[in-house]
């Protein structure tokens, strides 16, 4: 899945997102990552991408050298906390 990235505001580039990119375990290294990633690119590009980001977990290192790999360095960090709440009341 990939789509070109909306804003509600006004951004200086034009990304496209790639959303899901899966191979499953028993399939890695036949090049099907590859094939689909460049896909996807070539896709945004056609639709006016100029930039093209997706996301990987930071404990996914398999994920973070294909991307590494494929010409992708880091653009965002992504902070994530855990809200406890009390549903004892």
Not at 6 to 23: I, P, Q
């Amino acid at each position: 899945m990939f789509s070109i990235e909306r804003r509600l505001y006004v951004v200086s580039a034009t990304r496209g997102t790639v959303h899901n990119l899966y191979v499953v375990p028993e399939r890695r290294g036949e090049g099907i990552g590859s094939a689909l990633l460049e896909a996807a690119e070539t896709e945004l590009a056609a639709d006016g991408a100029d930039r093209i980001c997706l996301e990987a977990l930071v404990g996914n290192e398999e994920a973070r050298r294909f991307y590494e790999n494929n010409g992708y360095g880091p653009h965002r960090i992504e902070f994530e906390k855990r809200v406890e709440t009390d549903n004892s009341t």
